[in-house]
Each structure stands twice: as structure tokens, then as C-alpha cells.
């Protein structure tokens, strides 16, 4: 499972993705910010993510695809966002803010000494 903290709008819709290193294998999962927080998931085969290395992206969709309420206050072309997540979209349909991370996981990648978090899977 995936959760965090936003300054998005409530009802900004997200799209999460976990993307494992050593196989590209993505997985993904779409989820809407509720009082400032968002969560998704779970992501994995049914028995959990593997350990590894992982990066995770939250990515804020187009305004196009958001609810009137987010729009307004994004604007029609995400105009209204500001700040270093914030970039043009691919496709010419105005901004969009997104954030990747790194992430080791399980009891393995513990011994590695490059630039990572380290969750550990229960």
C-alpha cells in the first residue's frame, strides 16, 4: 500500500505507479486526495512485493480529467500550479505536477549503500 500528505485539492485524482528495477514490471493503481491524504493499492503479485529496488511515482492528472471543484482551483490547463513537481504534460494538455522516489525493499538490499529508502515487507 502506498500513503501519503498533499497540498493538492481534495478530490485531485492521482495516479500511483511502482515500477520494480531489476524487471520493469509496473504496477498501477488510480486513487483521489481526501482531506489532504491519499492512499492506493496494494500493489504486487497477491503475495507482496518481492525485495528489491523500486521507484515510486505520484503523478497529479491532467486538468481535463478532474473534477470542476479541482479545476478551478489547478486551472483548465493546471496553470495555477507552482513549485519544483510542476512540468508540462506530454501531450500538450497544460501542467502537471509528479513525484518519484527510490525504495529498497525487504531484508537484502539493507547492505546497500547508494542513495535509497529501506522498507522492510511484514
Do not use: C
Not at 37 to 45: D, I, Q
Not at 77 to 93: A, D, M, N, T
Amino acid at each position: 500500500m502506498i500513503e501519503g500528505e498533499t497540498s493538492l485539492p481534495d478530490g485531485a485524482r492521482l495516479q500511483l505507479v511502482v515500477e520494480r528495477e531489476l524487471s520493469g514490471v509496473r504496477w498501477q493503481s488510480r486513487t483521489s486526495v481526501t482531506e489532504r491524504r491519499f492512499v492506493g493499492g496494494p500493489f504486487g503479485p497477491g503475495s507482496g512485493l518481492p525485495d528489491g529496488g523500486y521507484t515510486l511515482t505520484v503523478k497529479l492528472l491532467e486538468s481535463s480529467v478532474q473534477p470542476a471543484t479541482v479545476r478551478e482551483r489547478i486551472g483548465d490547463k493546471g496553470e495555477h500550479l507552482e513549485g519544483p513537481l510542476v512540468q508540462s504534460g506530454r501531450h500538450g494538455l497544460g501542467q502537471v505536477a509528479s513525484y518519484s522516489r527510490r525504495y529498497l525493499i525487504g531484508s537484502e538490499p539493507r547492505r546497500a549503500t547508494d542513495q535509497a529508502d529501506v522498507l522492510e515487507v511484514e
